[in-house]
């Protein structure tokens, strides 16, 4: 009888960051959750202008080809084909005068469209 385990999250290099700031306010979108999700989903989603467009969201539980990743308490699943997308990849989380939102730093990106919602490498 075979076993499955999940992943366990992994604190070597991650081929993602989050900064302190990004980390602290997915917590607190986190908190008025309810249920509290298990953990943030990074990801690359074929689309948009450019090609792929970035996608966040909650999970409840990482699936079975993610990569599992602790960034200061939370967890953050990356699924094994976004990892090569996002290697060296920043996440920020950014207030301006003209409004608030995840800043994506890739250094993979080639080019992106018009509107900064997709990219292409």
């Given at each position: 009888?075979?076993?499955?385990?999940?992943?366990?999250?992994?604190?070597?290099?991650?081929?993602?960051?989050?900064?302190?700031?990004a980390?602290a306010?997915?917590?607190?979108?986190?908190?008025?959750?309810?249920?509290?999700?298990?953990?943030?989903?990074?990801?690359?989603?074929?689309?948009?202008?450019?090609?792929?467009?970035?996608?966040?969201?909650?999970?409840?539980?990482?699936g079975?080809?993610?990569?599992?990743?602790?960034?200061?308490?939370l967890?953050?699943?990356?699924?094994?084909?976004?990892?090569?997308?996002?290697?060296?990849?920043?996440?920020?989380?950014?207030?301006?005068?003209?409004?608030?939102?995840?800043?994506?730093?890739?250094?993979?990106?080639?080019?992106?469209?018009?509107?900064?919602?997709?990219?292409?490498?």
């Open positions: 009888m075979a076993t499955t385990t999940a992943p366990q999250p992994q604190t070597k290099s991650a081929p993602i960051s989050l900064t302190a700031n980390v306010k997915v917590k607190e979108i986190m908190a008025q959750q309810n249920p509290v999700p298990a953990g943030l989903r990074v990801g690359v989603v074929g689309g948009g202008c450019s090609g792929f467009s970035y996608s966040m969201q909650f999970e409840n539980a990482s079975l080809m993610d990569k599992v990743f602790d960034m200061d308490g967890k953050v699943f990356v699924d094994a084909t976004s990892v090569m997308y996002l290697n060296g990849c920043i996440v920020d989380y950014v207030e301006t005068l003209e409004g608030a939102g995840f800043k994506f730093e890739n250094p993979n990106v080639k080019s992106t469209c018009g509107c900064g919602s997709s990219f292409s490498v």
